[in-house]
C-alpha cells in the first residue's frame, strides 16, 4: 500500500496543476470567445453593441451620437425606412 502514496500524490498534483493552467487560459480566451457562442446556447444577441475599444464601438456611438441629436420625428422616419429595407420587424430594444 505505502507504493501507491507518492503516485498518488503525483496524479493529484498534476491535476491540481493542469487545472490551475486552465484558469490562466480562460482569462484569456474568454474576451474573444464570447462572441462565438451561439444566442441559444446563451451567447450575445444579434442587436448586441460591438465591445468597447474596438473600431466598430467607435462608429457605433457616433452613430448613437447623431440618432441622438437628432429630431424625434425624423429619427422614426430614419428607423422605418430602415426597417422596410432590411424586412425585419418588431420593436426596438432600448
Given at each position: ?8 500524490a ?43 475599444g ?12 447623431r ?8 429619427r ?13 420587424s ?5
Amino acid at each position: 500500500m505505502r507504493t501507491r502514496l507518492p503516485s498518488t500524490a503525483a496524479v493529484i498534483a498534476l491535476l491540481a496543476s493542469s487545472l490551475a493552467g486552465c484558469g490562466t487560459v480562460n482569462e484569456r480566451l474568454s474576451a474573444g470567445m464570447g462572441d462565438y457562442v451561439p444566442q441559444w446556447a446563451g451567447g450575445l444577441p444579434a442587436d448586441a453593441p460591438p465591445r468597447a475599444g474596438t473600431p466598430q464601438y467607435d462608429a457605433y456611438m457616433k452613430e448613437r451620437e447623431r440618432k441622438r441629436l437628432m429630431p424625434a420625428a425624423d429619427r422614426e422616419k430614419e428607423e422605418q425606412a430602415q426597417k422596410a429595407a432590411t424586412g425585419t420587424s418588431g420593436s426596438a430594444v432600448r
